[in-house]
């Protein structure tokens, strides 16, 4: 199941808090998550309701992704990408094999090492 939350919401935290200042997840994605007010979360949960995969988004650009499974994570875009049109963001590389998977545009950014920018079709 998808669920679309943001920090404002009496659960999201309970979904999320443990994910930030994560360092299992700062350690895969080489990516620091932050709970902004400005954001909306995607949130991938299993059969028991724990959280498996999230996609952070602010105006259409994804501002943050991490998932456990690759499978979570291409259902996930896959629902994003049907609900918003993706701007051009830059993300954590990854997860490039589900982004090209997906049908996401992929450029590699000269100075950064870890990250790439992504965008759908438009």
């Not at 830059?90 to 090492?113: A, F, M, Q």
Request: contains cysteine; hydrophobic residues 35%; aromatic residues 14%.
């Amino acid at each position: 199941m998808i669920v679309k939350l943001t920090n404002k919401d009496d659960n999201f935290y309970s979904y999320m808090g443990r994910f930030f200042g994560s360092r299992i997840v700062q350690t895969e994605t080489k990516d620091r998550i932050y709970d902004d007010n400005n954001k909306e979360w995607y949130i991938f949960l299993n059969q028991t309701n724990k959280p498996c995969a999230f996609i952070s988004v602010c105006n259409g650009v994804i501002k943050n992704i991490y998932s456990n499974s690759a499978d979570y994570l291409k259902t996930l875009l896959l629902s994003v990408m049907n609900e918003i049109v993706i701007e051009p963001s830059i993300v954590t590389k990854v997860y490039e094999d589900i982004y090209i998977e997906c049908g996401l545009h992929i450029n590699t950014l000269d100075n950064y090492k870890h990250f790439i920018m992504i965008r759908g079709d438009n």
